[in-house]
């Protein structure tokens, strides 16, 4: 389907919107808060229209009250010699935020008054911006207001709060202190203040606070003061979820002496938290009085109406006169339009969203129908991104009509949605590469913004070094934290680009011109975004969601920087990599943590575990592949050497919070494969994962689900240990299970089951007696179980590791042959009693342990995890097999590399003294 052309903008609109090129990064620096306020109020007097000055006076609104939050995150750092004259300043500056909420206040036929109060901004603005100011407040970025940039407030919700404050309060005479919570605090306090005098209270003032922070001294001396006056208190903020903040707000000011009764809250509410009230560890929180605003009376759902919607559309399709454009009723876009609003409360990050049926009758013609969908992509200038991104990617996303309100307006495109044909969704390789790519080429940004922590809020590098940190050991990777959030920024020749921040396959449609992108401006910055400004995110998360072969990301990395110029892509990659699997995880464990009875997104649990899983599971593959990438390149064979060994805390170890082997992990298996020892992973894990290790490592095979089946890599095969009547009541128990409340199926096994319950990020097996009742229920005389803190795991009865290593011996005609296995845990025991050259390393269970003293077939290594492994196989080749003449030191057949991965990788072997050593070198990782 293509795209039926619509009118374009009308001019004034598209040179007003040129102005703001700056918009795509939206942090500003103080610096350039006072550069762009000047710009704003110096363009006012020039401006078409009374929508073009209503803009420029919601601009002025947020450009001086992200000053103030921005000067009050930095003073509230502590008292400081210089920190005095900022303070002066500070305080000073309120007058012109109080001048800039007047003037929103204002009737739109005073120009008078208008112009008067313009002029006096202007001019104390003016004075205050040539102050001077400490360089490093100057280089200090705002944080962006989440309600006005992402969650469809406007400064008129503010004031509706205060107008339902004001019709509730009997008492106007006694002094008032509004308190706004930074950030949205920095902007409601000082709005509310101005209101509630405009409407006759007597004395009030404002402050805004950051409770999680702590307060500075002139915030904790504002709090003495209120208590002293017995003043009332008025609390604003945007949206709730688990309260944490009011919690702490609470009980500060219960810890200063400001009574329940004294005060009041004034908040938002949000569908994806209806009903929302006061924790009940909040003391006296039943004496508290809550006003609140319903997302149904948002200014945003009055203005997404037909009514308010009508009259924008005239001048994009009736500029000539000669039509009459009107907003009709129409079955389908109703239709429309509760499935968009079905979704409203799935999170707070949803945008507000309609459809409208713009019929267009010329006066000699037929009637056109035109849907049109008006989306809200912020307030103001934080809003202004979407129409240039919009623009920019022309053919990519929805034609773009125009930005009214706060709501970018756009063609509505009938068309199906993506689906991956098969297990994966290579034919799309050639539109997400070029999409992406016209994002570097169309929507750079002049530099990182880099947000310089821990001056800024948590983002999505932080996520990644601190994932990345946990290769130290725990007090550690506190100290090591800011060199690696450092080495995370040096990436030579990297572009700055406002990404895309999401790549999932709903948030594509299908049309006969390719794909088309329907949120491409929504998830880039801004609360509960990552805020990373790196394009290789954007190529991870396709990899990721579309599932790409191998062969097919190649493709996507050589069409993508043949058309962007970004040619050190690779560099970077695995690091996103990481990083989406793990912001994916997050956002999965979130919904998995909801009450089972939730649906969040239309998705069911089973299907959020399914993601959490798929997310895991690429986490584990991709740091595989990098990992195998640095060893020597072998064809996968059968020797009659064969080592059999357990993955998980034996080659892998769950350091960064995934499994991933080390670098002595490395060595062991390049020692191994030097000697023409055959690896054979003998594991817990899922079939999948095993056939994906044997890919990777070129192992010739592997045995997966405790033993349930083998993979032959090296012959193209799997072969089922198990027989068919288990497999049949294997069949039986995973529908039985499916009716068990809350319980969840690992997907990817096969021959066995993985059953457990999820909450976040944390699992449960199931309990001994709801087995045994589901194995009755299910006919499941052939089948046994395990279960341990984290899973349940059904499987033929007799199935062990033991067993299969029995079975894949006589497989491969060496029965009789003498083979070598190591394995840390109870269930390694059995393969360990029949290996002839036994292993554990010195992290391995009690269990283990003991039956390794008495019967010493079982050697223990010196060594924990890989250090360990690589301790065996050097035993095992110095004393007992593998081929003449191979090395035994692994630095001659795994040579010694640099870069940030393989530092990490030796780094994850250190014991806990090599650790505190490497402190003494504060420029080392």
């Not at 990301?553 to 050190?568: C, M, W």
């Amino acid at each position: 389907m293509t795209h039926s052309p619509v009118a374009v903008s009308p001019p004034s609109e598209e040179s007003f919107y040129s102005s703001y090129d700056w918009c795509l990064n939206p942090t500003l620096t103080l610096r350039e808060l006072f550069q762009r306020f000047q710009e704003e109020i110096d363009r006012y007097d020039t401006l078409h229209g009374a929508w073009q000055r209503e803009e420029c006076r919601i601009n002025l609104y947020l450009f001086v009250c992200a000053t103030s939050c921005t000067v009050d995150d930095w003073l509230s750092r502590g008292w400081a010699v210089h920190h005095w004259p900022v303070l002066q300043w500070r305080r000073q500056w309120d007058a012109c935020i109080d001048l800039a909420c007047r003037i929103l206040l204002l009737d739109s036929a005073d120009q008078s008054a208008e112009d008067k109060l313009l002029a006096t901004l202007r001019s104390l603005a003016g004075r205050l911006m040539k102050a001077k100011i400490p360089e490093s407040l100057l280089a200090r970025r705002m944080i962006l207001p989440e309600a006005y940039r992402c969650q469809d407030m406007t400064h008129r919700d503010v004031i509706a709060l205060a107008e339902r404050f004001v019709n509730s309060s009997s008492d106007r005479s006694s002094p008032l202190l509004v308190i706004g919570l930074r950030t949205a605090g920095s902007y409601f306090a000082p709005l509310t203040k101005a209101f509630l005098t405009q409407r006759g209270f007597p004395s009030v003032e404002w402050i805004s606070i950051r409770p999680k922070r702590g307060l500075s001294a002139w915030e904790q001396r504002q709090m003495k003061d209120v208590a002293r006056q017995n003043r009332r208190v008025v609390l604003v903020d945007d949206y709730q979820n688990t309260g944490g903040t009011f919690v702490k707000t609470l009980a500060l000011f219960q810890k200063f002496g400001i009574r329940p009764e004294r005060i009041t809250i004034l908040l938002p509410s949000h569908l994806a938290r209806p009903g929302w009230v006061l924790p009940r560890q909040i003391d006296g929180a039943e004496r508290i009085k809550l006003v609140t605003l319903q997302h149904a009376d948002l200014d945003k759902m009055r203005l997404m109406s037909s009514s308010v919607l009508e009259p924008l559309f005239r001048p994009y399709y009736g500029a000539s006169g000669e039509l009459d454009v009107r907003v009709v009723p129409d079955e389908h876009t109703a239709k429309i339009n509760a499935e968009l609003a079905r979704h409203f409360g799935d999170s707070f990050q949803v945008r507000l969203k309609s459809v409208a049926a713009v019929q267009i009758q010329k006066k000699q013609g037929p009637v056109e129908i035109k849907r049109v969908l008006a989306k809200s992509v912020g307030w103001g200038w934080l809003g202004y991104h979407a129409y240039i991104a919009g623009t920019r990617l022309s053919g990519a996303v929805p034609k773009v009509i125009g930005l009214r309100n706060g709501f970018l307006l756009t063609e509505w495109i009938e068309a199906e949605r993506v689906v991956l044909e098969g297990s994966s969704g290579d034919t799309y390789v050639p539109s997400l590469a070029s999409y992406i790519a016209a994002r570097v080429r169309h929507l750079r940004l002049p530099k990182d913004p880099g947000f310089n922590r821990p001056t800024y809020r948590w983002t999505g590098k932080d996520f990644l070094a601190g994932m990345l940190s946990r290769v130290y050991s725990r007090y550690v990777r506190r100290l090591k934290f800011p060199l690696l959030y450092r080495a995370l920024s040096d990436f030579p020749g990297a572009p700055a680009v406002l990404t895309d921040g999401r790549m999932r396959l709903e948030e594509w449609i299908q049309t006969s011109a390719g794909l088309v992108k329907t949120d491409f401006e929504q998830h880039n910055f801004g609360g509960g975004e990552m805020d990373i400004v790196d394009p290789a995110y954007d190529l991870a998360s396709a990899i990721f969601e579309f599932q790409l072969t191998e062969a097919s990301e190649e493709e996507l990395l050589r069409q993508y920087a043949a058309e962007s110029g970004d040619t050190a892509i690779r560099d970077r990659l695995l690091l996103y990599k990481l990083l989406c699997g793990g912001v994916v995880k997050m956002h999965a464990a979130y919904q998995l943590a909801l009450p089972m009875t939730a649906t969040p997104g239309g998705k069911t649990r089973e299907e959020w575990n399914a993601r959490y899983r798929a997310a895991h599971i690429f986490q584990i593959e991709q740091m595989s592949r990098s990992c195998a990438g640095m060893l020597k390149t072998i064809e996968p064979s059968w020797s009659k050497w064969l080592f059999f060994l357990d993955l998980d805390d034996v080659l892998d170890h769950a350091r960064m919070g995934f499994p991933h082997t080390s670098w002595k992990g490395l060595e062991a298996l390049a020692l191994l494969a030097s000697h023409g020892i055959s690896t054979v992973p003998n594991t817990a894990r899922s079939v999948e994962n095993v056939r994906e290790y044997c890919r990777i490592y070129n192992f010739p095979g592997g045995i997966a689900e405790f033993g349930s089946v083998f993979v032959d890599a090296a012959a193209g095969r799997e072969t089922p240990l198990i027989d068919a009547d288990a497999a049949a009541q294997l069949g039986r128990c995973r529908d039985g299970i499916r009716a068990l409340s809350g319980v969840l199926i690992d997907p990817g096994y096969h021959f066995s089951i993985r059953a457990y319950r999820q909450s976040g990020d944390l699992s449960a097996g199931l309990s001994a007696e709801e087995m045994n009742d589901l194995l009755a229920k299910c006919g499941g005389d052939r089948l046994t179980f395990m279960t341990t803190e984290v899973d349940t795991t059904i499987l033929q009865k007799g199935t062990t590791k033991g067993s299969a290593m029995r079975a894949v011996k006589k497989y491969l005609g060496l029965a009789e042959e003498p083979v070598a296995a190591i394995g840390n845990s109870d269930t390694d025991l059995d393969m360990l009693q029949e290996a002839a050259f036994a292993y554990a390393p010195a992290n391995s269970s009690n269990g283990l342990r003991q039956e390794a003293a008495r019967n010493g077939r079982v050697r223990m290594m010196a060594g924990v995890y890989q250090r360990g492994l690589l301790e065996a196989v050097q035993d095992l080749i110095r004393n007992h097999f593998g081929k003449p003449g191979g090395a035994d030191d692994p630095r001659k057949v795994l040579p010694l590399k640099r870069g940030l991965l393989p530092d990490l990788l030796r780094i994850a072997d250190r014991t806990p003294l090599e650790n505190w050593i490497a402190l003494l070198n504060p420029r080392r990782l």
